[in-house]
């Protein structure tokens, strides 16, 4: 696996996070007037514990703003031990009730298909959702999901979905419309007659 490094600042973080066992190996060897810590991707120990995966979460929960990689590449970790999380996720609600990435652990884990969809959708994972389509856990319907999307008000998930080859619809429209969207509605607008001439060049070709 390859050490790519996440460089985060000593000075935001938090005294809660400093007790953290990953972040005392991370920074045993880092003096406090460092300004960066290097954050190694293969931080894993090889026997999984209730306190490793606590860790884990916390540690993903605070760097995930600095990258999306860093929950993105901890999914795989997810489900390649996905039937010894799954028994450990009661005692890990209790012990990380707010976590935004054991909300996607348990999503990801628990349903699938539309479901699985629009539990991401509704909660702007962004992450999760390129790692399930990417991953093809899911397979998305490219005529609906910028509507799927628009009803939800998630601007950049919106852009990532149509760039990927999403049709932009009036349904999608609509959408912006009855959520007073107008980040979402402004990108349609200016998206939406490119994808209609690409759908007439396409149906004069057959």
Known sequence: MSSNF?????????????????FKKICENYREDKKT???????????ISILSLVDMIETIDYLSPYSSD?????????????????????????????????KQIIILL??????????IVEYNYLSLLKYCIQTEILIINFETICSVVAKYGNLEMLQYVHNLGGILTSSAIDFTI?????????????????????????????
């Open 70 to 102: 860093i929950s993105f590449m901890n999914f795989d970790f997810i489900i390649e031990n996905r039937d010894l999380i799954l028994q450990r996720l009661p005692e890990l609600k209790k012990k990380l009730p707010c976590s935004s990435f054991l």
């Open 37 to 47: 810590i290097p954050f190694p991707q293969d931080f894993y120990e090889k026997e």
């Open 178 to 206: 009855q959520n007073k969207d107008n980040d979402c509605y402004t990108y349609i607008l200016q998206n939406i007659e490119d994808d209609s001439e690409d759908i007439e060049d396409i149906e004069d070709m057959e």
């Open 110 to 119: 628990t349903t699938d298909g539309d479901k699985l969809l629009n539990l």
């Open 6 to 22: 996440i460089h985060v600042s000593l000075s935001h973080l938090p005294s809660s996070l400093k007790k953290n066992n990953l």
